[in-house]
């Protein structure tokens, strides 16, 4: 291989690399590793020639310039050497893996079946068949002093539309207490109602009659020189007959968009052996309408609940009183998240000797601290409610008949309190209230009657402090369990004490299965201190009516589903205590009996 290089005025490098270049081309076609191998050297020797030519021409940059001619003349045999080779290769094993020979066997016997068929029944749709429906009960017991109980209750196949029943009862007690005037008692009632229910309204009707005996027992016949024994019970019998009706009929639609409305009316005649009579007529309406006024909440209630009382009053053969009462409550309600409020008035006009109209605020509130389980609530109300002679006789049995009706005025009252559900099985209500009551109604002793044995009223100005807890505790099916406390504290403006207002009841309810067929019961009551006025030498005295306790007991045991028997003992401590100056109760009492239903 010849190589020729000229350079004129310079030397040259575009000769090298041209020179190169046609070594490259050469060694191209040669084996891939003696090409790779002689264009590194060509390489090396370029970059070699390049920098002895830039030092020439450096070190001689004075010297005319002048032409040059290299001549490169060397031999070049391409070798290529053997390449290194691992001469080993992986032994594959042709060792042969067979299945193992099986040996199995079947025993065989065949299943002889008779196939069959069965023809289907069709699926009944519709209600499910309701549990035994047993339309009559009856009652029957007797105990000591002479005591009877009967008791029946009727009705008609049960309906989804139609309602129809009868109640009749009669308790009473001939048996006396030591050294008092004779102490017989009745209570006798007949209701009947009657219940009609259409697609989006229900109407029911009612009807009943009572008749109450009672005695003015509460005296010592030997203060009077008199003998129990020989005492003619009618000089000092009191017999109260009343006759009542009525007709509710209200809405059951559930659609927020339509107009909830109820209405009522009701009517009593009510009259004694005196003579007194009093009668009273009473209208209700309720008109409430779902709206979406305010944003906060998805729908707020508007409503206006209207009362209307036509009372007439008559003593003995005196001319008869005539009291017209009229209420009207507008209200505001709204429920959103955990909150609950009610807003409105509560308008009164009363219309007797004179005419007077009183407006009270009502405001209502509640939150849900842990709904469904743990609310607050307060409210301030107010009103007027009427002293009727039914009211006074259902609370004291033993009033005078010259009584004279009146209203006691609630000015304000405020409540509040916490009501709690912990866990399923216990529900708690614990709270207190403070209101200021105008004409509140006290029973003192008729110092007019023969035998200071009635009752009459006196009236005043009272702040009352209310503190109460209510608790029920359920477990299963086979006991319950309630307890209440009520306390009441008294501020009086004029008399000296609240007369015959306990100021503690406390009052605790058991119900208990032992074993399914057999109920026990149990109920304690406790009634703290009470106080009566009475008078020695003219003068007031506040006479201390102790409390007491009282425990009453009873056992049923179901021999059938429809047939039970049953044993009570009612006042089992045997204390005579007075509710009432004067008037002890019987002590211990027994009452066995059973009961029938068909």
Not at 88 to 95: A, G, Y
């Amino acid at each position: 291989m010849k190589m020729k290089m000229k350079n004129k005025n310079r030397y040259s490098g575009k000769a090298v690399q041209t020179v190169l270049h046609q070594i490259f081309f050469k060694v191209n076609v040669m084996p891939k590793g003696a090409g790779v191998f002689v264009f590194v050297c060509c390489a090396v020797f370029s970059l070699m020639v390049q920098q002895s030519i830039a030092q020439e021409i450096k070190a001689d940059t004075t010297k005319k310039a002048q032409i040059e001619e290299v001549t490169i003349i060397g031999d070049y045999s391409p070798i290529v050497k053997e390449a290194f080779k691992i001469r080993t290769s992986p032994m594959v094993s042709t060792e042969e893996v067979r299945m193992p020979a099986l040996s199995y066997s079947i025993k065989s016997s065949p299943v002889y079946h008779k196939a069959s068929t069965k023809k289907l029944q069709a699926e009944k749709l519709g209600r499910p068949e309701a549990e035994e429906f047993r339309k009559n009960y009856l009652k029957l017991g007797f105990g000591n002093y002479t005591t009877p109980l009967i008791e029946f209750f009727a009705n008609m196949e049960a309906s989804s539309s139609n309602a129809f029943g009868v109640h009749l009862k009669h308790f009473s007690s001939s048996g006396d207490i030591d050294n008092y005037a004779p102490s017989a008692f009745s209570n006798n009632l007949l209701d009947v109602f009657g219940k009609k229910i259409w697609r989006k309204h229900m109407l029911t009707a009612r009807a009943g009659f009572k008749r109450d005996v009672v005695h003015y027992y509460g005296f010592l016949p030997s203060d009077y020189g008199l003998i129990a024994d020989d005492m003619d019970a009618d000089t000092i019998m009191q017999n109260y007959m009343m006759f009542s009706a009525g007709l509710d009929f209200e809405s059951t639609t559930k659609r927020r968009s339509d107009l909830k409305h109820a209405f009522s009316l009701d009517f009593y005649t009510l009259s004694d052996h005196y003579k007194t009579t009093e009668n009273n007529i009473f209208f209700r309406a309720d008109l409430n309408k779902d709206l979406k006024m305010f944003k906060f909440s998805r729908y707020q209630t508007l409503g206006l609940e209207t009362k209307f009382w036509f009372y007439t009053n008559k003593i003995d053969t005196l001319d008869s009183e005539t009291t017209i009462h009229l209420s009207a409550q507008p209200y505001f309600k709204a429920e959103w998240d955990e909150y609950r409020l009610k807003i409105g008035a509560d308008i009164h006009y009363i219309s007797d000797s004179s005419s007077n109209v009183s407006v009270f605020p009502r405001l209502e509130a509640a939150i849900q601290i842990i709904p469904g389980n743990l609310e607050l609530y307060a409210s301030y109300t107010g009103g007027l409610e009427r002293n009727s002679f039914k009211s006074l006789i259902a609370e004291n049995p033993y009033v005078s008949s010259y009584i004279q009706p009146g209203f006691t005025k609630t000015t304000y009252k405020i409540n509040g309190g916490l009501a709690a559900k912990i866990l399923p099985v216990l529900d708690l209500n614990v709270g207190g209230a403070y209101s200021s009551v105008e004409n509140m109604a006290f029973f003192v002793t008729d110092t007019l009657s023969p035998f200071r044995n009635e009752f009459i009223l006196q009236y005043d100005k009272v702040s009352v402090l209310h503190l109460y807890g209510e608790a029920v505790f359920k477990y299963q099916e086979s006991m319950s369990l309630g307890a209440s406390v009520h306390y009441r504290n008294y501020t009086m403006d004029n008399l000296a004490q609240a007369w015959h207002k306990p100021d503690l009841i406390a009052k605790l309810d058991v119900r208990y299965f032992p074993i399914p067929k057999l109920l026990l019961t149990a109920e304690l009551i406790y009634m703290g201190k009470q106080y009566a006025p009475i008078y020695i030498s003219g003068q007031e005295v506040a006479l201390q009516l102790d409390g007491t306790l009282n425990l009453n007991i009873g056992a049923e045991y179901f021999i059938y589903d429809y047939f039970t028997v049953f044993l009570k003992g009612s006042n089992l401590l045997g204390d005579n205590y007075m509710r009432f100056l004067n008037y002890p109760t019987q002590a211990l009492g027994v009452m066995g009996g059973l009961s029938f239903s068909f």
